[in-house]
């Protein structure tokens, strides 16, 4: 028996569905898919996502560690799977028994895996990262070829593909255009046939197609999610993609508190007059981004209510002056649309001065997501 809900996500699988395949559209025909489902499939809940896009024709998944590979392997047995991250020493092993391919940025990675792998007498499948911009991970473009050469002679290693990472095609045409041009050019200098060649992440999926190759690893667009910035993303895709989760909670409190009254810790927000306070069941605890106070809303019943004073760990206040039959029990909406109104992840992560990726991994594992739509799996 489960309790009722007081805060808790609620995930569309048939939106899920749908961008996946307006995002195979996009990649075209042919080439393959890699999800990025790293941080809890962006907070929508890593092994039901991970189950269903078995389902829904994901080819390869991009994972940020160790952890989340076996919660992949968990739900389904054979699917490829890259960690994006570097693979620390003690932990090769580990990938090499899981069947992880990892990203190799140096010879002495290249050289450690090879060692191990062949005391292990297993083969491993790698992805060499080269850097042209983002600073992260990957060799230089210059030292591109040396190292293929050397990973090509090093036993029980086979160098499966070849990659990049965009730093802000969101925002930059011609930084972007430099990475990409660096990528195209660092490949023909190179003497390799790789089953996998990719570079576009969402913002180079809608921004910068001519580097599609052969897979591309969209992660915010999968959940519906576009990455904001300067750049105008294509009307069709804007169009059709769909938000996967909205977030929701309960109005556990209401009362009318007379002008001059100060709500929350601090007390830096006083009332200017008198108004109707409804208490709600969603705080910092539940990873809704405190740093939104003083500009954050919620949906209750038809209206967009501002939140008031600090959020705190477990619970924040919301203005319902203009809702007088609200009542205990109501539902409010942290993320999600009802009636004329809809505030996003990207309108929540404005709020509090940071990006939608941030507020999707930021709920936390308080939060109940429940699976809507289709058979979850
Ligand atoms: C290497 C790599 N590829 C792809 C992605 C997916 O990015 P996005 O969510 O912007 O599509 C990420 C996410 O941070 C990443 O680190």
Same mark, same amino acid.
């Given at each position: 028996m489960s309790y009722p809900q007081r805060c808790w996500a609620e995930i569309d699988l048939i939106a899920l569905r749908n961008n996946l395949a307006w995002l195979r559209h996009r990649i075209g025909s042919g080439n393959q898919i890699l999800t990025v489902v790293k941080a809890d499939a962006y907070g929508h809940g890593l092994k039901q996502i991970a189950a269903f896009l078995m389902q829904s024709g994901t080819n390869i998944f991009g994972v940020a560690n160790l952890n989340e590979a076996r919660d992949i392997r968990a739900v389904g047995r054979g699917w490829p799977i890259l960690m994006l991250g570097a693979c620390l020493p003690d932990e090769m092993e580990y990938a090499i028994k899981d069947n992880v391919m990892p990203t190799i940025s140096s010879p002495a990675e290249a050289k450690r895996f090879s060692k191990i792998a062949k005391k292990m007498k297993r083969n491993i499948r790698v992805h060499l990262k080269i850097d042209t911009g983002m600073g992260r991970l990957g060799c230089t473009p210059g030292q591109a070829g040396a190292l293929v050469e050397a990973i090509k002679q090093l =036993?029980?290693? /086979?160098?499966n593909g070849i990659y990049t990472h965009y730093a802000s095609a969101e925002d930059k045409v011609a930084f972007s255009k430099r990475q990409r041009m660096t990528f195209a050019k660092t490949l023909k200098s190179i003497n390799h046939e790789f089953e996998f060649t990719h570079a576009n992440n969402s913002a180079a999926l809608l921004h910068e197609p001519k580097s599609i190759y052969n897979l591309a690893r969209p992660g915010l667009l999968v959940y519906g999610v576009m990455p904001p910035g300067k750049r105008t993303p294509p009307e069709l895709i804007r169009k059709h993609l769909q938000p996967a989760l909205s977030w929701k909670c309960r109005v556990s409190f209401v009362k009318n508190i007379a002008k001059g009254t100060p709500l929350s810790y601090g007390q830096k927000y006083v009332s200017p007059k008198k108004m109707r306070v409804a208490t709600l069941c969603a705080g910092y605890g539940d990873g809704y981004l405190a740093s939104a106070h003083g500009q954050a809303k919620v949906i209750i019943g038809d209206k967009l209510c501002n939140i008031l004073g600090r959020i705190t760990m477990d619970q924040m206040l919301a203005d319902? /002056?203009?809702? =007088?039959s609200i009542k205990i029990g109501d539902e409010a909406i942290l993320i999600g649309h009802k009636h004329n109104h809809c505030i996003t992840a990207h309108q929540v992560a404005q709020w509090a001065g940071t990006i939608p990726w941030e507020t999707l991994a930021a709920i936390s594992h308080r939060v109940p997501r429940l699976y809507r739509g289709t058979q979850a799996a």
């Open positions: =036993p029980n290693l /086979s160098l319902v /002056s203009r809702l =007088p």
